[in-house]
């Protein structure tokens, strides 16, 4: 509910001297910027950004919000280049100009977009163009705990143009399933949004699903805003996105995965997530949960890029078994901090793994079967037992003396890793492919970056060989991967792995055991009682009421798939818990589309309430 600031003036009549607005501390990040500033009594505030040398442009109103203490305002979808921000107060729809402030110079930087998902994609994935800005046409839907279930949008549905008047984020995405939306959408995160507070969810196993159709672009982007944007108790699942990009969140308790891209999904951008425990699941391996970003199923054309793995148990599986290819995957910039394994584990697919951080890895990290073809280069693994295993060979078997009992990760067909100027420190076993030694090696090692391994290199159960797809111009993005004893330093650095700036999260797992793959009980802790300092947007009170209605009115009715609002009234939907489900004057608010339950839908003049047994 707004406040009125008429009210605000009327309770406050005597408004003392304004001082400048206090800056507190302003930055700039990836395409991104923000500024912080201390709030005075009585007073609202507008802020404005421009590039240096440029005019002032309005920020969206949700982009202002408040941490009790402290105000603070986001701006996204920035070209790389110079900016300022300005701060003005506001008293009595006036700006007061004067006492307005500005930041520094901020210099923001450019996504790095190497990768699969980029290749040959030259419109950009998700919402935004390869300039950091938002596509043309674009919507901007802002997302937190009291509206993820009202957030309102109408979605075109058919080929003829025809648009259904969407309430709650799932639904919104449901409706993107047709085909048929034509325009980018750009989903913000505010704050911590709990599984308890989404409309309802597309996945029973996994939580929030974006689907599309196969061979249509969706052009979506599921982004944090500023350093604590949080989903908690839920994932998110892809399924035949094409043109999905999510990034700059963390994902804390998810039902399965932290992320699932399953079933035909491509040109895929996952960067800049924090990937915590998810419930636990039956298996005496899934004590951390499923996994924390899956890439399966015949997705193609994916990156998985800048995240950070807190102590994660599968940290990233890629490929299951029925691909038909071509699936071409690449994972950079990764901090896997304190994980188990699966850095990833490989089935069927072609993947470039590159500056990768392996920091205190318990049981190993790259694993090829099934006949995958892994490039690993210009990684840095620090206390990884196992840099890189083949499926029933090499050290997977103690190079042939266990076969039967001692497979580390996997009794399917192997594949071939390609190694190339990688690092090493505390790691126990790594065998190469040597003259001597054709058939029990845990990789093949390049001598040069452009080598191809030889047909005649084969893994011993399968018998395939690598596809050098590294090699093929025609197949391989172009590349300079950064110098791998430079890798720790930069997924740690202020522009590195996780969310922006390293996020709202006061915790770090340095000390932690390397070698121990058992919950770390501080941190689960911490994921359990993690509290977002988000309180509202500013200028807005959060929360819903129960509802306490007894007034008819006789000008509404409910036919069983639509509300009937003849005279075009204002009127909003409620469930009978209180939450409200959107506002709209149209004279036919369809409802088909809403779970079984029992809402409430309200006007001035009175209210309807009615039971949607679809």
């Given at each position: 509910m707004k406040k009125s600031l008429l009210l605000l003036i009327v309770l406050f009549a005597c408004v003392s001297m304004q001082a400048a607005v206090q800056i507190t501390n302003a930055g700039a990040w990836l395409e991104s910027a923000f500024v912080e500033w201390t709030p005075q009594q009585n007073t609202y505030?507008?802020?404005?950004?421009?590039?240096?040398?440029?005019?002032?442009?309005?920020?969206?109103?949700?982009?202002?919000?408040?941490?009790?203490s402290f105000c603070r305002a986001d701006v996204l979808g920035l070209k790389a280049g110079s900016y300022q921000l300005k701060i003005v107060p506001v008293i009595d729809n006036v700006e007061q100009s004067t006492e307005a402030t500005e930041t520094a110079i901020l210099t923001v930087k450019a996504h790095d977009r190497n990768g699969f998902a980029h290749f040959n994609y030259p419109n950009g994935v998700g919402s935004y163009k390869n300039d950091g800005t938002l596509k043309d046409g674009a919507k901007v839907l802002y997302i937190h705990k009291d509206n993820a279930a009202s957030v309102e949008m109408d979605v075109v549905i058919d080929s003829k143009g025809n648009r259904r008047h969407c309430v709650g984020i799932q639904h919104i995405l449901t409706a993107y399933e047709k085909g048929f939306a034509d325009q980018p959408l750009a989903i913000r995160i505010l704050g911590t949004i709990?599984?308890?507070?989404?409309?309802?969810?597309?996945s029973k196993e996994e939580g929030?699903?974006?689907?599309?159709?196969?061979?249509?672009?969706?052009?979506?982007?599921?982004?944090?805003?500023?350093?604590?944007?949080?989903?908690?108790?839920?994932?998110?699942?892809a399924r035949q996105a094409e043109s999905l990009e999510l990034r700059n969140f963390a994902i804390m308790s998810a039902l399965d995965d932290c992320i699932s891209?399953?079933?035909?999904?491509?040109?895929?951008?996952?960067?800049?997530?924090?990937?915590?425990?998810?419930?636990p699941g039956s298996a005496s391996d899934q004590k951390k949960g499923?996994?924390?970003?899956?890439?399966?199923?015949?997705?193609?054309?994916?990156?998985?890029?800048?995240?950070?793995?807190?102590?994660?148990?599968?940290?990233?599986m890629?490929?299951?078994?029925?691909?038909?290819?071509?699936?071409?995957?690449?994972?950079?910039?990764n901090w896997f901090d304190h994980s188990d394994s699966r850095h990833p584990r490989v089935r069927t697919m072609s993947v470039h793994v590159y500056n990768n951080y392996y920091d205190g890895v318990a049981k190993y990290g790259v694993g090829s079967t099934k006949a995958s073809s892994v490039f690993v280069e210009n990684n840095y693994f620090r206390n990884c037992p196992h840099p890189m295993l083949i499926s029933m060979q090499g050290t997977d078997t103690k190079n042939g003396t266990d076969e039967k009992e001692a497979p580390t990760f996997?009794?399917?067909?192997g594949g071939i890793i390609k190694a190339f100027n990688n690092v090493f420190t505390g790691s126990k076993t790594l065998v190469y492919y040597s003259a001597t030694n054709t058939v029990h090696f845990d990789a093949y090692l390049a001598q040069t970056r452009d080598e191809q391994v030889p047909a005649t290199v084969v893994c011993k159960q399968g018998g395939t060989s690598y596809d050098n797809f590294d090699t093929d111009a025609s197949l391989m993005p172009v590349i300079t991967p950064d110098a791998p004893e430079d890798v720790p330093a930069i997924v740690k650095s202020e522009f590195g792995a996780g969310r922006m700036l390293h996020s709202d999260v006061d915790f770090s797992l340095e000390g932690a055991s390397d070698s121990s793959s058992d919950i770390n009980e501080q941190l689960s802790a911490f994921i359990k009682n993690y509290q977002s300092g988000f309180v509202s947007i500013l200028g807005e009170e959060g929360g819903h009421s129960d509802i306490s209605l007894t007034k008819e009115d006789s000008?509404?009715?409910?036919?069983?798939?639509?509300?009937?609002?003849?005279?075009?009234?204002?009127?909003?939907?409620?469930?009978?818990?209180?939450?409200?489900?959107g506002t709209t004057s149209r004279t036919a608010f369809a409802v088909d589309y809403l779970p079984a339950g029992t809402y409430i839908v309200a006007s001035e003049a009175g209210v309807l309430r009615f039971v949607n047994n679809k």
């Open positions: 505030y507008h802020v404005y950004v421009r590039p240096q040398g440029g005019a002032y442009t309005a920020l969206d109103r949700e982009l202002l919000r408040e941490y009790g709990e599984a308890n507070q989404i409309d309802s969810f597309g929030l699903q974006i689907k599309g159709k196969v061979g249509v672009p969706m052009e979506i982007t599921l982004e944090g805003v500023g350093n604590d944007a949080v989903i908690r108790g839920f994932g998110v699942l891209l399953d079933t035909k999904n491509s040109h895929v951008w996952v960067h800049h997530l924090d990937g915590f425990y998810s419930q499923d996994g924390t970003i899956d890439v399966k199923t015949n997705s193609q054309y994916v990156t998985v890029a800048y995240n950070h793995f807190w102590d994660s148990g599968k940290s990233a890629c490929g299951m078994k029925s691909e038909s290819g071509p699936n071409y995957i690449t994972y950079h910039h996997s009794k399917e067909d000008d509404l009715s409910f036919d069983g798939i639509s509300v009937l609002n003849p005279k075009g009234k204002v009127i909003r939907l409620f469930a009978v818990n209180g939450a409200c489900l």
